[in-house]
């Protein structure tokens, strides 16, 4: 008994995020038939499939490309090769999903961009926290009016601990790396674009990260067209758990987006009250926001809609991390525009 | 590529609980391999059989008792057929799930308990909220002697918004039917026996329910054999959600579980601040406690341990109901010893 | 630059509650004068006389009783010392604030009424929380009909640690010395009278409570004249501090009261977060209601209206402690009606 | 009975906060003796004296200045007057609690501050945020190495409606009106000094504001000495009320101090949970840390330390404005140095 209309999938990349998209896909995403996983960690690859009952694991893309019961693709391998995979994904007219950042190189980005419109296929981008139910609710409120004319927003969003130095120096730097997914909610609550950015930064946390030229604490300021002012702060250890909130303030009100805790259980001593603990890192986070973007991904493509996040809201973050880097750099707020 | 070892699992029964567990067997629990529904509703099976890919289904359960790769069945059929499926799994050497209450009927209950037991087979009983993580993080707070010694015991139990009448009548009553939950959380808590039982109820939630002879609203005093004093309430209908607590008062201090929000989410606007509604019933509220709770069947039966909920956990709290029942009739405490 | 419409006010008693009353009369109140302290303990009174700038002190109420220039008396004094003061200060035609209890005897409270009734002076009773503005917004949600038809109560009370064992000797036991306070809450939220009464309690904190034949643990039941039930929890230690709240549910919601806290400052560490501690006790929690119950007495007398808290209002929980201490003794719901 | 050793202490200015400070000061500190009121306001100055039982009334400040009994003076009346009259009252020999801002000129500020150097007086500046417990523990958790090395602080300060636009006028501008308590409230959690400034800001509110040359809406981040990166914002209208937060993130850990609410009760409804909304203004949130800031001036002067918000404290938040205006208006980053 099998559904006739399934959207065949396969997804390329194994690591911490490729495993929480192939368990999604193969458990919970109904319309979805994961038919092929592509890696080159085939150890992984092969226990996936054992678990998740996926009929085929391949190494080389291309042939996963090539498959006619292939729909769409997820791609979820290191950044360096999302530009090739990419180009040829959309040459073979399969959907894509990418993870992001799509590049960190603007040209490449334009490429694809370019290769994607002109063969007509879906490309979504992988900013997952715009899935996130708290964050949706907030946009929501924004977008409504339910807080007037939004006039200030604050982003906290701190990681529990710092990567491996060596993917610090691969990384991009931290703007590109962490505060990209703040510059991509920046624009998502407001639903309006930056025009201006100040960044201030430091290495607080570990000098190794200052050693390979990263910073590990920032603090930026957003002004956007519409005049709102915003600030996202930014720490690689808060050593309390994963801390990621929201809150825009308006004419006729404020909404917060606080964190969820991992239960609801307060225990009260002589010493004081004491509630849960933060989820510890994204996965556990946005367990959650994973599952409805690929949702939305299959959707779009059955519904033959636009993604809800874009090519062009995949390449506007990296713009804002090159203008706060040069931000950082020059000590003065650096216009969007000076970054072509 | 097919895991080995899975357990073949048959669910009887497709209602509201039946198609939980479908969904959580088949999806979520790698170790389970959902072989075969049965169910008198075979329109319903159908549909979920396409969904989840099962193989087979079925109307007459005695099939499914006799198909060897079946392992364990989940009864998960309307109350009064449990006695003889129950029965019948047990004799064919089938593991047993059975959904609460086992049977209205204690005669009824000591016989499966004995045919149970002859036949060697794991019987776990279906409170689901003992595999909630919030109660479970209470129960180890008491167990451990983190709040000292229990003194006194808190639930909040209300629906939000009382069954149909047709339901109401063949239910066995509210203590029956809803305060089960509760008795049985009560004894799961304090991990001791309830002795004593004064109930008071009314009918303030719709006439209706009084003249079938019901109750919709109650407050319940319990008294443990370790002198523990506890307090139930409830009420048929909350109509601010499904609201689900409890706290536990001792002598080094407090722990208290309070409901999970659906979202995180605060509005502060001129008339006051407003936060996100409370989950709308036990499917959204217990949603992971369900999955946990079969994930721990299947475990019991590939480790050979004793279930977490056994059968006698399943008949306390029917007797716990009666002695309620007793108490509300007769105006005064109820000795638990009262009822055989 | 004196204020010629003062009312002119004695103070008798100065234990810890008549302090309280003395310094808000001498600082916040501008209507009241406080004119003379009466007090057995003549060392503290003179103290306090140099603290807060007042005229007089005395040893002997009857002097006190005698002087023109006293309007209204604060009656602070031992519980065994409140049916003589009364009387003599009725009859003196001095408005009386009395503390709680006015006694423990049923027929010296009756006589006290009916000599005060006579007189026609005002008589309000010590009941504070009432005054707490917490509560009041709670009451209020219930008189509006805010929350529909109340169906279900629950007041928590514990005392963060138990009074000496001399006290507890010639309390009049712990309904009439503490829970006291919670029938009277009872009576107040739900603006109706109690029927039947249902009591369990047990000695968990302190064997020597046991030893004087009082109880340190109680849950009690309370079914109102208009159906709703209630349930209060009792405490004579809860390490955490001085636990006070209430919650009413409803026909069209629920509202409740949850205890203040000291400050709104949040520690968020690896171990999990940690937030303020409870209030210490009575003094630290009512405050502001011990001010404003004065201000209401001084507002009743200048406005001639009738009390808050009235004679009535101080003899009900009176009996309601009485029938609760017979429940408890005979194991079996008492009626008030069985309490003369 | 009249206590001796009291402090002589003489008020000018009968406005919102000079009102204040007479009632705490003739209520609620025994050790202070309020003999004077000082204010061109006569009407008001007499209902005072009458109302809080006060000796002596006038008009010219001078007067209260060769009066022996005054030992020290608060002055409360407007900015501009606070230059001759802190100088005289220096030279005077008197002690001085002067409100901020001292002056909006930073060389007569440096003038009143070397005389009172020279007449060897205590000079305390009305920063009424630091003496809050809240902030005061936040403080205390910065200083104490409880929340270890601090790495990023975010202070949210918001008005519940804006000031009459004539007031704007002479303001000062909101950074040196409003801001400077943010200004100060950031150096006094850090416990160290600002470097740098960046301000941004607008006209969101209300468009008169812009057209007398002020913002009404800003975000500004402070660069610290010791790597400290911060972010106050700002608005002149939160609709929901006065909004004062602040959050303090260091490496082993975090703490906050939120908003007090005005009572603990909240309503649960079918549409969602609300509860209580924020304080209305200045005077109901920080009524406590007024009172404890005047106990703290009272006290250094009968123990003879310093005060606990020196001269120096009051003069830094001012460069701190000049610093932020010039950023604002120039848009860039400005050092501290850059004001001389």
């Known amino acids: 008994m099998k559904k006739p209309s399934k959207l065949g999938i396969g997804v390329i990349g194994t690591g911490r995020i490729g495993k929480l998209h192939i368990q999604h896909l193969s458990q919970n995403i109904p319309d979805a038939d994961l038919i092929t996983i592509c890696s080159l960690d085939t150890e992984t690859a092969e226990s996936l499939a054992?678990?998740?009952?996926?009929?085929?694991?391949?190494?080389?893309?291309?042939?996963?490309?090539?498959?006619?019961?292939?729909?769409?693709?997820i791609v979820a391998s290191s950044t360096d090769t999302h530009v090739e995979i990419c180009q040829a994904a959309a040459q073979a007219g399969k959907h894509i999903f990418c993870e992001k950042p799509i590049a960190l190189d603007l040209e490449q980005i334009d490429e694809i961009l370019a290769i994607v419109e002109k063969a007509g296929v879906k490309?979504?981008?992988?900013?997952n926290r715009r899935f996130d139910v708290n964050f949706m609710r907030v946009r929501d409120a924004v977008a409504s009016?339910?807080?007037?004319?939004?006039?200030?927003?604050?982003?906290?969003?701190?990681?529990?601990?710092?990567?491996?130095?060596?993917?610090?120096?691969?990384?991009?730097?931290?703007?590109?790396?962490?505060?990209?997914?703040?510059?991509?909610m920046a624009r998502y609550l407001i639903g309006d674009e930056v025009v201006?950015?100040?960044?201030?930064g430091g290495v607080c946390v570990d000098p190794k990260i200052g050693e390979v030229g990263d910073?590990?604490?920032?603090?930026?300021?957003?002004?956007?067209?519409?005049?709102?002012?915003?600030?996202?702060?930014?720490?690689?250890?808060?050593?309390?758990?994963?801390?990621?909130r929201v809150e825009?303030?308006?004419?006729?009100?404020?909404?917060t987006a606080d964190n969820p805790m991992t239960d609801t259980v307060t225990f009260s001593r002589s010493e004081g009250s004491r509630s849960a603990p933060?989820?510890?890192f994204f996965v556990e986070r946005y367990k959650d926001a994973y599952l409805t973007e690929l949702q939305?991904?299959?959707?779009?493509?059955?519904?033959?809609?636009?993604?809800?996040?874009?090519?062009?809201?995949?390449?506007?973050?990296?713009?804002m991390g090159y203008a706060a880097l040069k931000s950082l750099r020059e000590n003065r707020p650096v216009k969007m525009s000076e970054i072509s």
Not at 52 to 73: A, Q, R
Request: with cysteine.
């Open 196 to 200: 201006e950015i100040f960044a201030v």
């Open 248 to 255: 825009v303030f308006g004419s006729k009100g404020m909404v």
């Open 123 to 127: 490309f979504q981008v992988g900013f």
């Open 50 to 73: 054992v678990q998740f009952n996926i009929p085929k694991i391949m190494t080389d893309y291309n042939s996963l490309l090539t498959d006619s019961n292939i729909n769409g693709v």
């Open 145 to 184: 009016g339910e807080i007037g004319e939004p006039h200030i927003m604050r982003i906290t969003s701190r990681d529990p601990a710092p990567p491996p130095i060596e993917y610090v120096k691969v990384s991009g730097g931290m703007f590109l790396d962490m505060t990209i997914h703040d510059f991509d």
């Open 278 to 280: 933060l989820p510890d």
């Open 296 to 319: 939305a991904f299959v959707r779009c493509i059955q519904e033959e809609t636009q993604p809800l996040v874009t090519g062009a809201d995949g390449r506007v973050p990296i713009v």
């Open 215 to 244: 910073i590990d604490t920032a603090l930026i300021t957003l002004r956007f067209q519409n005049g709102v002012l915003a600030t996202i702060d930014n720490s690689r250890e808060a050593v309390y758990g994963y801390d990621q």
